[in-house]
């Protein structure tokens, strides 16, 4: 692949918001320290927080609808380590059950004062439903495309924080500028305590 990788704004947009689902509702690591993804009462706030800004204020996310996008997020991050581990027959098994369950089909879809845009949608067009179908499907055209090594995770110690990597010569191997940095203190730490 040659030149800068684009991907239009709608992929875009569910490409990132796959990745603000994994790292927001999946445990691990981030940035050097446990995450503990938040549960119970504290599920519906960070599933609208990972979820593009509609319109004024919070959404009214439902208890039942958090739990769903929790589940397609554990998911989700089951299809990022699989490509990072290179092991793309793991992730499109585990992209394909969750496109069977949410029941993806696609729909033309046009947004008065923008051209048509191809969306995914779920059997029964709830937010969580929705939501889940749209990102599957855009990580299933990852997968399915040369793009498959555009899923990553975090190489930095203590950090499994996902991210797509847009950069020109796909090399990125950091979830943040926080990792990255963290890590190269790390290195330059261990090459000066090593010399002396």
Same mark, same amino acid.
């Given at each position: ?69 929790? #589940?397609?997020?554990?998911?989700? &991050? $089951? ?7 290179? +092991?793309?027959? %793991? @992730? /499109? ?72 990597? #847009?950069?020109?010569?796909?090399? &990125? $191997? ?7 940095? +963290?890590?190269? %203190? @790390? /290195? ?9």
């Amino acid at each position: 692949m040659t030149g800068q990788l684009m991907f239009d704004s709608h992929v875009s947009t569910l490409l990132d918001v796959s990745v603000a689902l994994v790292n927001a509702l999946t445990d691990g690591e981030e940035r050097g320290r446990a995450y503990a993804a938040p549960r119970g009462a504290a599920l519906p706030a960070a599933v609208d927080a990972a979820l593009p800004p509609a319109g004024a204020g919070p959404r009214a996310i439902d208890p039942a609808s958090a739990e769903y996008l929790a #589940g397609a997020a554990r998911q989700m &991050r $089951q299809v990022f380590e699989a490509v990072a581990a290179g +092991r793309v027959d %793991a @992730a /499109a098994g585990v992209l394909n059950t969750l496109l069977r369950s949410t029941g993806a089909r696609p729909q033309l879809d046009q947004v008065p004062g923008e051209p048509w845009q191809l969306h995914f949608h779920g059997t029964d067009d709830s937010l969580a439903v929705g939501w889940s179908a749209g990102c599957a499907t855009m990580l299933a055209l990852a997968i399915g495309s040369e793009l498959a090594g555009r899923l990553g995770v975090c190489a930095a110690t203590r950090c499994d924080r996902v991210f797509v990597d #847009g950069s020109r010569n796909a090399v &990125r $191997q950091f979830c943040s500028t926080a990792c990255q940095s +963290r890590t190269k %203190a @790390a /290195a330059f730490r261990a090459r000066r305590g090593g010399g002396a």
